[in-house]
């Protein structure tokens, strides 16, 4: 095909999966530009390692600079303009594999003049049967995480695809892929393993913590036991390799219940902003 998927992928301390993530990547994206956000463990190693046998994968940088979403810009506003508003890009995180070959998406949103592609994102959890394969002494860290991980919820969306918009840098409080309103309609399936084993998940958590910390309106990240995340088996679906993907209804509300309060919160935070400032401009 001519068009051109390019993907972003914003890592740290995936040293344990990345390697698999960007691996399986290559197989549907031109180019994978990686960008580490202070890894402290062997990451980036293993982005540069891959990078040597495989042109496709782009050790973009390394930064210290506070996680945000923006960090991705860095690359966007490098490339995009050597690109035609033909090609996509895939927001892609160092957990996350494409459960179905993005092309015939692509060229649907093509067909509807759309400039977004949403996910519904296939959440596989750490359950108890897992926890009990480790006490056991059966997990084996050395297979791939389509075997290690079979529990899962689809159970969210999330923006992954956007066309390339040449005129546009990407930019804070500027243009970027949130602005786009014209989203395909359909969903494309997305893999996600944020839950791996205990000890990957609890410094998932600790991160988590020390990330939320510098944003004050967030009260609380929850408890950082790895634990706390763990799930019940029977909850859940079971997925063998060559079966269809299964939507549950919990799934499916707990998503729309999020939204929905999401959306009330973010109408009330604004109501309380529209009525500070025109207390303020009244004692003026």
């Given amino acids: 095909m001519s068009i051109k998927l390019n993907a972003i992928c914003l890592i740290k301390n995936e040293g344990d999966i990345i390697g698999q993530t960007l691996t399986f990547a290559t197989q549907y994206c031109d180019r994978i530009y990686v960008i580490d956000n202070g890894s402290t463990d062997d990451t980036w190693k293993i982005v540069q390692s891959l990078a040597r046998d495989q042109d496709k994968i782009v050790p973009f940088e390394q930064t210290l600079l506070p996680y945000s979403n923006g960090l991705r810009a860095r690359v966007y506003d490098s490339v995009h303009h050597e690109l035609s508003d033909d090609d996509w890009w895939l927001i892609l ?46 997990e084996r860290p050395d297979r791939s995480i389509f075997e290690r991980r079979r529990y899962y919820q689809i159970n969210w969306q999330e923006l992954r695809l956007f066309r390339n ?19 395909c309609s359909r969903r494309i399936l997305n893999r996600h393993y944020q839950f791996r084993d205990p000890e990957q998940i609890e410094q998932r958590l600790q991160l988590r913590l020390k990330t939320i910390e510098g944003f004050s309106h967030i009260k609380s990240a929850g408890s950082v036991d790895w634990r706390s995340v763990m799930r019940e088996s029977r909850k859940l679906n079971f997925h063998r390799e060559g079966e269809p993907w299964r939507f549950s209804l919990a799934g499916v509300l707990y998503y729309y219940r999020k939204t929905a309060l999401s959306a009330l919160q973010g109408k009330y935070r604004g109501a309380m902003r529209r009525i500070r400032s025109s207390f303020g401009a009244a004692h003026e």
Avoid: C, S
């Avoid at 494409?98 to 649907?108: G, M, N």
């Fill in 165 to 183: 918009q040449p005129p546009h840098e990407w930019t804070a409080g500027g243009w970027n892929p949130d602005k786009l309103k014209r989203a």
């Fill in 93 to 138: 995180d160092g957990d996350e594999f494409l459960a179905e070959d993005p092309y015939p998406v692509i060229q649907q949103a093509d067909r509807e003049n759309a400039d977004a592609i949403w996910t519904w994102q296939i959440q596989f959890y750490y359950t108890d049967v897992d926890y009990h394969a480790w006490l056991e002494g059966l």
